[in-house]
């Protein structure tokens, strides 16, 4: 069953912060995130695993929530570049291939 | 420089005829996959292989199939059964079970 993502859509100004939510109705046993730049190629950013409840760089993390079955996605001081579609994609153990979400379009402005 | 090649770009194609989309990868990696892409739908599974010579479907396989007769290529074909081939595709890899995908720059068919 396909992920939910929340909010569809954000805007920003260059330096503030954003989250990006990921909920499935299944247990997780691990959680994918990438970026989608308009007509480009989706772009691995990470992957968290069931037990490890946070993960990534200083200004991209994302954290796993294996109680409410969620994922966040946290991106602090956002820049230019940071613009774009992200996806989260869920597996619930077995196969290994994760379901994605909708997506999350996010731009920020100067 | 390692990657997937998919080809071609833009591909345009008559209602009926079927079509097949390349997809080439030289990043050793054993696993492929075919993704479909309409706008608001995220990413569905159309696909995938996970060795030579064995292929699973996805969750939307109807319409399309696929071969796996080199590590390196897993090329996939619209048919005419498929009744809504107009969108973008796109073609993944990974190395093992549970690592991150490398996606290739994706096919937009066209069906007129």
């Known amino acids: 069953q396909q992920p939910v993502q929340s909010p569809q859509a954000v805007i920003l100004r260059e330096g503030e912060d954003a989250v990006i939510n990921c909920s499935s109705s299944k247990a997780l046993y691990s959680v994918h995130w990438y970026r989608q730049k308009h007509g480009e190629a989706p772009v691995f950013l990470m992957i968290l695993l069931k037990g490890g409840e946070q993960k990534g760089h200083e200004k991209i993390s994302a954290s796993f929530n294996e109680k409410k079955q969620q994922s966040s996605l946290y991106l602090t001081a956002s820049q230019l570049s940071y613009s774009g579609t992200y996806f989260c994609?869920?597996?619930?153990?077995?196969?290994?291939?994760?379901?994605f979400g909708r997506g999350t379009s996010l731009i920020v402005h100067p | 420089d390692g990657g997937i090649t998919q080809s071609p770009k833009y591909l345009f194609r008559k209602e009926g005829q079927n079509v097949t989309l390349s997809c080439e990868q030289n990043l050793n990696h054993d696993a492929m996959y075919w993704y479909r892409q309409d706008p608001g739908q995220g990413l569905r599974l159309i696909y995938y292989s996970q060795i030579v010579n064995d292929f699973q479907k996805g969750d939307i396989a109807e319409g399309y199939s696929v071969s796996r007769e080199k590590k390196e290529s897993f090329p996939l074909t619209v048919t005419s059964a498929q009744k809504n081939p107009t969108a973008f595709y796109l073609c993944?890899?990974?190395?093992?079970?549970?690592?991150?995908?490398?996606f290739g720059s994706g096919t937009r068919l066209t069906v007129v």
């Open positions: 993944a890899s990974s190395s093992r079970a549970l690592s991150g995908y490398t």
């Open positions: 994609g869920t597996e619930s153990g077995g196969s290994y291939i994760p379901t």
